[in-house]
Every structure is written in structure tokens, then in C-alpha cells.
């Protein structure tokens, strides 16, 4: 079987030589030795890159020993974040956040580390004295650990 770790030295070693701030996102490997390398970069990814980090994969896993099927590929806006640094790539930007308990949040990404994710969520709320709602924004902490889910939201503004 082949491992992950040899199909991530691969990729790692043509995303150093191609000299861009591309990232691996993620890199399964299944039993029937079906191969998924998922990379993402602060300014997206272009097909001809995927192209050639697929290449170097190919060209160094011997399919006289190992048949296998390999999709290497960017990271979809659509789908939820998988690690720290995508969080920062999209710092600014809006995001929904599911928590573990089923609480959704949807606001600007401020800062996200290792222990929590803060974003300005703003609402509209009936003050006291006012007749017509006010506009408010609230920072919201999440825990790290609680959360379940973040996605990019896609705007055509």
C-alpha cells in the first residue's frame, strides 16, 4: 500500500520547487490505494500546478508495484475548512461557523489560532428608546474545540 507520507514528501517537494504560497490541505490515502491531495494558496491555485504536483506524484510511485488511481487538487471554496491555515487565508472575509452544539455564526473573520476563532457578526436589535432597530456589531469567540464547521461564504456583489 502506498503511504501518505511518501505521497506528502512528493507534493511537498514540487510545491517548494514551484515557489508558491501554496499549502496542503489535506492527503488521503485509501485501502484500494486511491490517492486525494487537496492544496490550496493565499492567492488560489492554478490548474497547470495541480497538473504538475500530480505529475510528480505519478512519476515516482512505480505502477509495476502499486496500481493506483491519484486526484490532486484545490481546495473548494464550497467545502469547510480543514486546517488553521485556511482560516487565515480568508481573514477579512465572511465566513459561516458551526459550532458542535448546532449554533451558527455568520460574520467578517477577524483572527483564528490554534485555541479559538473570532469573527464580527453583525445583527439587528431592537434598543430600548429607539423605534427602529439599531445596527450591531459584536464580536463572537469561539472556542477551538467547539467548533464543527467553517465555511467561506460566496458573494456576487
Known sequence: MISEALVRKLAEERIAELEKDYFIVDISVSATNVIR???DGDKGVSINDCVAISRNIEHNI???TEDFELTVSSAGMDQPFKILRQYQR?????????TKEGERHKGK????DEKEVVLEVT???KIEGKK???TINREVIV??????ETRVVISFK
Open 62 to 64: 512505480d505502477r509495476e
Open 37 to 39: 491531495v487537496e492544496i
Open 109 to 112: 473573520l477577524l483572527s483564528a
Open 143 to 148: 472556542p477551538m474545540e467547539q467548533v464543527k
Open 123 to 125: 445583527t439587528k436589535e
Open 132 to 134: 427602529k432597530k439599531q
Open 90 to 98: 480568508y481573514l477579512g472575509r465572511e465566513v459561516q461557523l458551526t
